[in-house]
């Protein structure tokens, strides 16, 4: 399982300013193949200084859902580092 890109991301108009909302679709390499699946994902930022990711899948996968969600969790982290998400 491998996730190959997150796209058509959107983000919520929240008014929570340590709280992001994102809408998108995951590219996932599954053993059948490349599937589209669409996710939500929220990034909120801890008083600790910790940042918090959690994904919901929307769409029915035919895979085990924890290695799947920490690897979205991890994809979404190097985004969020990297400034690939939209404002």
Do not use: C, W
Request: charged share 30%; glycine share 6%.
């Amino acid at each position: 399982m491998k996730v190959v890109t997150i796209k058509d991301m959107v983000r919520k108009d929240v008014p929570i300013y340590y709280r992001r909302l994102y809408t998108a679709v995951a590219v996932l390499e599954l053993i059948k193949g490349s599937e589209d699946h669409r996710i939500d994902f929220a990034i909120e930022n801890k008083p600790t200084g910790q940042t918090e990711i959690s994904v919901t899948l929307i769409d029915k996968v035919d895979y085990p859902l924890v290695p799947l969600t920490r690897e979205l969790k991890k994809f979404i982290a190097g985004l969020d580092k990297n400034g690939g998400l939209p404002d």
